[in-house]
């Protein structure tokens, strides 16, 4: 009897050791968990600052963006409004331009007309002086930048020979066809030009630019003191800004010993340089 008090005795103590380490093990376990749920809410926190962080930044950083937007938005406003007002600027400038064009050609037909009227009376008083070697038109008497050159000068009769000076139509072929000096002569409104002499002369050549067509017609004649053709020259002239070519007659023939030169000008399509005739700029006339 008292060895199974014993053995019960023993399986109690037994039992209560395993309970008290069981309790101890539900103790640790739930202090273990207790710091779990502390980390865990930490990380939660840590997670909320993070978003509450992101959330700021992501409204700065839309603030910023929407100010440089807007920003670009108003420069470009500004550099649209500029540029509106560049081009009424520069079309109001154009009119201007197309304007005193108009205005320049209606003067020199008005010019061209009083020549006309006149021609008879400078027939009358053409010279037989013998003419020079070499012509720039720089001495022509001109108050306006244009001028008609009249009979007599390097002892030559000349029709419908105009002298114009660059800063009349800059950019043109006139301008371009200046070989030296600062005028250039040209046969005015398109029409025909002569240079004649009661006593025979020869011609060496001259430069020639189309002033204001591409692709301008040019023939150059020479008749004798009967009228009669005797040289005949045919070229074709590119754009006005390539500037001049020489016209070599010597290497044509026939324009030796000749009473009058003519020149007529023909064709060529509008170079976009506000030029309405169809006028051949002429300098470094070789006359001997």
């Known amino acids: 009897m008292t060895c ?20 101890a093990a539900a103790s640790t376990a739930e202090a273990t968990a ?6 865990v809410a930490t990380i939660r ?50 009119s201007e331009i197309e304007e005193l064009r108009t205005h320049n050609e209606s003067l020199r037909e008005q010019l061209n007309e009083s020549q006309d009227n006149n021609s008879e009376e400078q027939e009358e008083d053409e010279v037989t ?13 001109t108050t306006t930048g ?25 950019g043109s072929g006139y301008e371009h066809g200046i070989v030296s000096g600062d005028y250039v002569a040209f046969n005015n409104v398109g029409k025909p030009c002569s240079i004649s002499s009661t006593t ?33 020259y045919a070229t074709t002239l590119g754009h006005p800004r390539d500037g001049p070519t020489f016209i070599d007659l010597r290497r044509e023939g026939n324009f030796e010993g000749l009473y009058k030169l003519k020149i007529t000008t023909s064709g060529g399509t509008d170079a976009g340089l506000g030029g309405v005739w169809r006028e051949l700029a002429i300098d470094d006339l070789r006359v001997y």
């Open 200 to 232: 025979p002369f020869s011609i060496a050549g001259f430069q020639a630019t189309a002033a204001s067509h591409m692709g301008l017609n040019v023939l150059v004649e020479s008749f004798d003191d009967g009228g009669n053709r005797i040289g005949r």
């Open 4 to 23: 199974q008090w014993r053995s019960l005795s023993e399986s109690s103590q037994e039992a209560r050791a395993g309970l008290l380490r069981a309790t």
């Open 146 to 170: 244009y001028a008609i050159i009249p009979n007599g000068y390097h002892g030559l009769n000349w029709k419908n020979v105009w002298v114009m000076h660059r800063s009349r139509d800059p």
């Open 129 to 141: 002086v013998p003419p020079t070697s070499s012509i720039g038109f720089e001495d022509v008497s």
């Open 45 to 94: 926190d840590e997670i909320q600052e993070l978003r509450r962080a992101n959330s700021s930044l992501h409204g700065q950083l839309n603030s910023r963006l929407d100010i440089e937007i807007q920003e670009s938005r108003s420069s470009l406003l500004q550099a649209t409004s500029k540029a509106a007002e560049a081009e009424s600027t520069v079309l109001s400038l154009r």
């Open 34 to 39: 207790a710091e779990l749920r502390n980390d």
